[in-house]
């Protein structure tokens, strides 16, 4: 799984992504409508123009409007749960040299463990190599 700075980044595309699929729609797929006395506009031919009727519009309109909110809570919530948020800077660099200090205690871990595998592999061999010789 992506880290939640990746996550984030992948939200905001596919938030962009669809901000582009709503305006495209609702730009081949409105009604011209009247403004104040003015004759209803005459659509001009457009091979990817056809209007929906009203309601369908209407709720496909809702649709898209659901779709972008539910996307900018989920950014919301992301950004909400990003490490260091709510925590000062001087927090933050405590936390990163009690991670250092973690992380070189567990690198001194792993190679004494690395020693000790290598010894006894050499026990091992020493064994292995008395008993072919008897």
Same mark, same amino acid.
């Given at each position: 799984?992506?880290?939640?700075?990746?996550?984030?980044?992948?939200?905001?595309?596919?938030?962009?992504?669809?901000?582009?699929?709503?305006?495209?729609?609702?730009?081949?797929?409105?009604?011209?409508?009247?403004?104040?006395?003015?004759?209803?506009?005459?659509?001009?031919?457009?091979?990817?123009?056809?209007?929906?009727?009203?309601?369908?519009?209407? /709720?496909?309109? #809702? *649709?898209?409007?659901? @779709?972008?909110?539910?996307?900018?809570?989920?950014? +919301?919530? %992301?950004?909400?749960? &990003?490490?260091?948020?709510?925590?000062?800077?001087?927090?933050?660099?405590?936390?990163?040299?009690?991670?250092? /200090?973690?992380? #070189? *205690?567990?690198?001194? @871990?792993?190679?004494?463990?690395?020693?000790?595998? +290598?010894? %006894?592999?050499?026990? &091992?061999?020493?064994?292995?190599?008395?008993?072919?010789?008897?």
């Amino acid at each position: 799984m992506a880290d939640r700075l990746t996550q984030l980044q992948d939200c905001l595309d596919q938030l962009a992504t669809q901000f582009y699929a709503s305006i495209r729609y609702i730009s081949s797929h409105h009604d011209y409508s009247p403004v104040g006395n003015e004759p209803k506009a005459t659509p001009v031919p457009e091979e990817d123009f056809t209007p929906d009727d009203p309601q369908t519009f209407a /709720a496909a309109q #809702r *649709e898209l409007a659901r @779709d972008l909110i539910l996307k900018e809570q989920q950014i +919301e919530y %992301l950004i909400s749960v &990003l490490p260091g948020i709510g925590t000062s800077e001087k927090e933050q660099e405590e936390r990163v040299k009690v991670l250092e /200090a973690e992380l #070189r *205690e567990a690198e001194k @871990d792993r190679r004494e463990a690395v020693e000790e595998k +290598e010894r %006894l592999v050499e026990r &091992l061999d020493a064994v292995i190599a008395k008993v072919r010789r008897m």
